[in-house]
C-alpha cells in the first residue's frame, strides 16, 4: 500500500516569508508525528498527534511553527515569519496504536530552504 | 530523559567485512529501542526494534542488534558488509506519552557507514 508521503519535496523561500508543509499519513495510522532533521541539531521531533487527543507540541522550537491534523489524517506544519535556521528536511512519519512500541512510518521529507 | 549516544560519526569498512555500529542509551524506565537507516535524499527505514521481549533483534537486511542493559547498549551487527548497506544509521529511543499511545523518539546524531571494495 502507499507510504507516507509529504509535499513539496523542496521548498526555497525567502527570509520572512510563511511556509505550508504537508504530510498525508498512511491510511488508518492514528498517529502523526513531525520531525525535523538539520545539520546542526540532528534529528528532532516537533509534534505529535494521536487521534482527536489535543497534539503534543512539546518539541516546536518557537511559536512561528504551528501544526494541525484535520479528519484525523492530513498534517499541515506552518511556519510563519521564516528564519535562515528553520532550513532543514522536516520529516513526518505516520504509526499505528495496536502494541506498545510501534513502529513509524517515514515520508520522504521536505528540504526547506530559507535565503 | 532519554537520549542515546552513538560512537563514531563515521565508519569504514570493507565489503564482506563485519559491520560494527554502536549506540549507548540512557533511560529511566525500560526502553523502546531502535534502528533506522537513511539512505541518501529518502526518509528513514526502520531495520530493527527491540520493545523488551527476546534480547537478540533480527531485523531487516541481514542486521541484527542486541540489547544489553548491563552495558546499556544496542550496537547494531551485520556479518558481512555489502556496498548497498552504504547509508546513514540512526539509533534511538522512545518513551510513553502521558496521554494517548503515542511513541516520541529519540535520535542519536547518527553514523555514516561507508563501505570499500
Known amino acids: 500500500g502507499a507510504g507516507v508521503s509529504q509535499s513539496p519535496s523542496n521548498k526555497v523561500t525567502e527570509k520572512g516569508k510563511d511556509v505550508e508543509l504537508r504530510c498525508d499519513p498512511i491510511?488508518?495510522?492514528?498517529?502523526l508525528y513531525w520531525y525535523r532533521q538539520s545539520l546542526g541539531q540532528g534529528l528532532e521531533f516537533l509534534i505529535y498527534?494521536?487521534?482527536?487527543?489535543?497534539?503534543?507540541k512539546s518539541g516546536l522550537p518557537s511559536d512561528r511553527f504551528s501544526a494541525e491534523r484535520t479528519g484525523g489524517s492530513v498534517s499541515t506544519l506552518t511556519i510563519q515569519r521564516t528564519q535562515q535556521e528553520d532550513s532543514a528536511v522536516y520529516l513526518c512519519a505516520s504509526s499505528g496504536t495496536r502494541d506498545r512500541g510501534h513502529e513509524q512510518y517515514f515520508g520522504p521529507g521536505t528540504r526547506l530552504t530559507v535565503t | 530523559a532519554q537520549s542515546v549516544t552513538q560512537l563514531g560519526s563515521h565508519v569504514s569498512v570493507s565489503e564482506g567485512a563485519l559491520v560494527l555500529l554502536r549506540c549507548n542509551y540512557s533511560s529511566s524506565v525500560p526502553p523502546y529501542l531502535f534502528w533506522y537507516v537513511q539512505y541518501p535524499n529518502q526518509g528513514l527505514q526502520l531495520l530493527l526494534k527491540y520493545t523488551s521481549a527476546a534480547t537478540l533483534v533480527k531485523g531487516i537486511n541481514g542486521f541484527e542488534a542486541e540489547f544489553k542493559k548491563s552495558e546499556t547498549s544496542f550496537h547494531l551487527t551485520k556479518p558481512s558488509a555489502h556496498m548497498s548497506d552504504a547509508a546513514e544509521y540512526f539509533c534511538?529511543?522512545?518513551?510513553?506519552?502521558?496521554?494517548?499511545?503515542?511513541?516520541?523518539?529519540?535520535f542519536g546524531t547518527g553514523t555514516q557507514l561507508k563501505v570499500e571494495l
Open positions: 491510511s488508518g495510522h492514528t498517529a
Open positions: 534511538a529511543v522512545s518513551r510513553q506519552f502521558r496521554t494517548g499511545g503515542g511513541n516520541k523518539l529519540t
Open positions: 498527534f494521536q487521534g482527536n487527543s489535543a497534539p503534543d
